[in-house]
Structure formats: structure tokens, C-alpha cells
Nanobody, 122 residues
Framework: QVQLVESGGGLVQAGGSLRLSCAAS????????MGWFRQAPGKEREFVAT????????YYGDSVKGRFTISRDNAKNTVYLQMNSLKPEDTAVYYC???????????????WGQGTQVTVSS
């Protein structure tokens, strides 16, 4: 059974930073693209960022470009989301997901983590 386990969420003030981590069980980890999505209450799930298997290709959602950075450590089977200059509108449950190729569409991802809450206070 494939497992994706997110960590690193929490409460932060506007302008602050958080780093999310997602550990994946499916091997070889480098064979799969990883993505981050988020969902705020009453809203659709939103694409945040994605990274290819060896980290050569990344894409970001417009709302996070220039503030968030996705990266991965294949030796640790982990993907990260560094979030800087956080805004109250970044408040959401953040999910990591795994796919065969980089995608910006949630339906293209095969496996999902349970999510981690990020709350940004004003």
C-alpha cells in the first residue's frame, strides 16, 4: 500500500515561513513526480506546485509563484514545500500527491496524503 505522509503544518503569522515535508513509500521514489495541492474550506482543491522525478522540472500555481519553492531529496524519499511570505489566504489543508509525470491537475495524481493544516493569521 502506497503511503504519503505530510508534516510541518501549523499556525504562523502573516509574512512568516513554514516548510512542509512529505515522505513517500513507493519506490523508486525518483520515478515519480510529486505535487502539492491545497484546499480551503468551501473551495475547490487548488494546484500549488509540482516537481519531476529528478527535480529538473517544476511548475507553480500563480498564487504562490515567487513565494513557495518545491524540492525533493530522493535519497530520503521526501518532497518539500518551502513557503515564505505567507498570507492569510494561504490558509488551507495542504496535500502532497504522487503521479507518473508532472501535472497541474489533481485528477492526474494516483496517490494522496492525508493532508496537513496550515493556518496564517493576520
Amino acid at each position: 500500500q502506497v503511503q504519503l505522509v505530510e508534516s510541518g503544518g501549523g499556525l504562523v503569522q502573516a509574512g512568516g515561513s513554514l516548510r512542509l515535508s512529505c515522505a513517500a513509500s513507493r519506490r523508486p521514489f525518483s520515478s515519480y513526480a510529486m505535487g502539492w495541492f491545497r484546499q480551503a474550506p468551501g473551495k475547490e482543491r487548488e494546484f500549488v506546485a509540482t516537481i519531476s522525478g529528478y527535480g529538473l522540472t517544476t511548475y507553480y500555481g500563480d498564487s504562490v509563484k515567487g513565494r513557495f519553492t518545491i524540492s525533493r531529496d530522493n535519497a530520503k524519499n521526501t518532497v518539500y514545500l518551502q513557503m515564505n511570505s505567507l498570507k492569510p489566504e494561504d490558509t488551507a489543508v495542504y496535500y502532497c500527491a504522487q503521479a507518473s509525470y508532472v501535472h497541474t491537475t489533481a485528477s492526474q495524481y494516483d496517490y494522496w496524503g492525508q493532508g496537513t493544516q496550515v493556518t496564517v493569521s493576520s
